[in-house]
């Protein structure tokens, strides 16, 4: 089934306590990217990476880094969490990032940093 | 700069009303627009999209023309069921941009037997 997938779906920690979230998809997508969703804001992006290795900052970036060392894997790191970085986080797929495709999207990762 | 207007919601509808949820956009460029769908504890779905001025996008009965005079985007269906319940984000994305998205902040729509 061709899916994007994230983990963990939940995640409580303190602040400063470094963490990773792990999204992949089995579809074989060039362009991968990161949201966050909050209330009135709607989602906002992160990153975006159009190809293994090449990565962009989207509206957001700031407190976050990303890396692409494998097409399907493109992982989100926050070195030193913060409060303000309570979020829902949403991994989203697309074949080679063209303005006119489809994403796709993981289900989601629901984030709290005491 | 580049971004997304839609209407506030929540939006409570009775079974089989009209639904229109309103979508404006600002862009330094040529658009494609897009309609989201994310259902209660899940990720976000694409629903209809037009890549040029005056296509329709359709599907399961949602419709919306991307108007470029008015730089609109306006969600449509003519019969709402309570399985529509859902917010929904109206998007645009540019390739002059590197691909990057911009979502309106969703609609929360209920529909009621």
């Known amino acids: 089934e061709a899916q994007v997938t994230q983990n963990p779906r939940y995640l409580i920690t303190v602040t400063g306590k470094k963490l990773t979230v792990t999204c992949s998809q089995n579809m074989n997508h060039e362009y991968m990217s990161w949201y966050r969703q909050d209330p009135g804001l709607g989602l906002r992006q992160i990153y975006y990476s159009m190809n293994v290795e090449v990565t962009d900052k989207g509206d957001v970036p700031e407190g976050y880094k990303v890396s692409r060392k494998e097409k399907r894997n493109f992982p989100l790191i926050l070195e030193s969490p913060s409060p303000n970085q309570t979020s829902l986080y949403f991994c989203a797929s697309s074949l080679s990032g063209q303005g006119v495709e489809t994403q796709y999207f993981g289900p989601g990762t629901r984030l709290l940093v005491l | 700069g580049n971004s997304v207007t839609q209407m506030e919601g929540p939006v409570t509808l009775s079974e089989e009303a009209f639904l229109t949820i309103n979508c404006t956009y600002t862009a330094t460029g040529y658009p494609s627009l897009f309609w989201y769908v994310q259902y209660p504890g899940e990720g976000l779905q694409l629903l209809l999209k037009?890549?040029?001025?005056?296509d329709k996008g359709s599907n399961k009965g949602f419709e919306a023309t991307y108007r470029k005079e008015t730089t609109s985007f306006h969600l449509e269906k003519g019969s709402v069921q309570v399985s529509d319940s859902a917010v929904y984000f109206c998007a645009l994305s540019l390739a002059n941009t590197g691909n990057q998205f911009y979502f309106g902040t969703g609609t929360s729509l209920t529909v009621i037997p």
């Open positions: 037009a890549t040029k001025a005056d």
